[in-house]
């Protein structure tokens, strides 16, 4: 009887997959399917909906049933200067071939509520670069975008980031970024004066620029195969020749058709540089 309803509720979630595709044009059709299976049902339970096809129905003919789809499907779980060790090689490591060019621009892929964005621009401004660099934020959940946007985060998170700063070697305190009011942190509006905020989908839009640095964490675990060979052919094509390309801990390149564009500059964060033209 398991057998049978799991093999049903993956019939309803390929629907569903292809009612938002069809619909809204958001592909999710090739991400892992343990992943979307644990969302969705999920999203049915808390949502109160009967079965997964009563969810497509809504989705079809409600349009304001989307960014309940989106808050679901896509992971929004982040924190400033998250895994210290990663934004600690940046630092050190990724920084000083950073300072030999004239102007930069750097890729933050899956942006997500902008944590990991505003710690780069942070780290950024810290080592003297931020004037020159333009920060490209994407994401597709237009939701996580304006939050990003706005830099606001709950103050009983600060702890956490003001610690992973300074781990990551932060100069200064955390706090010459912020102020806080009614339980809130506001960043800065100045760190995002280099910063553009965009909707894009590493699974069906394109390069749009030449970037000397991509950081895209912990979004590929959740693509198959297919597509993450796909995002990694979008990094290869928008690195130039010994730029920089920064995965999560748990990703990697080795079994990736593009391996040979690339090589461990890093390897304990996962951090690769291209390589050829």
Known sequence: MTDTFEKVEDIEIRLLLEALYHRYHYDFRNYAM????????QAREQLGYATISAMQERLLHHPDMLSDMLRYLTVQVSEMFRDPSYFLAVREKIIPHLRTYPSLKIWIAGCSSGEELYSFVILFREEGLEERTIFYATDINPD?????EAGIYDIDRIRVFTENHRQAGGKG??????????NRCILDKSLRRNVVFSDHSLVTDQVFGEMQFVSCRNVMIYFDRDLQDRAIGLFREA?????????GSKETLRFSDHADSFREFVREEKIYQRVGS
Do not use: K, M
């Open 239 to 247: 690195l130039p020749h010994n730029g920089f390309l920064g995965l």
């Open 144 to 148: 996580a975008l304006a939050h990003a």
């Open 34 to 41: 343990s992943s979307i299976r644990r969302r969705l049902r």
């Open 173 to 182: 305190s955390l706090s010459d970024y912020y102020t806080t009011g009614y």
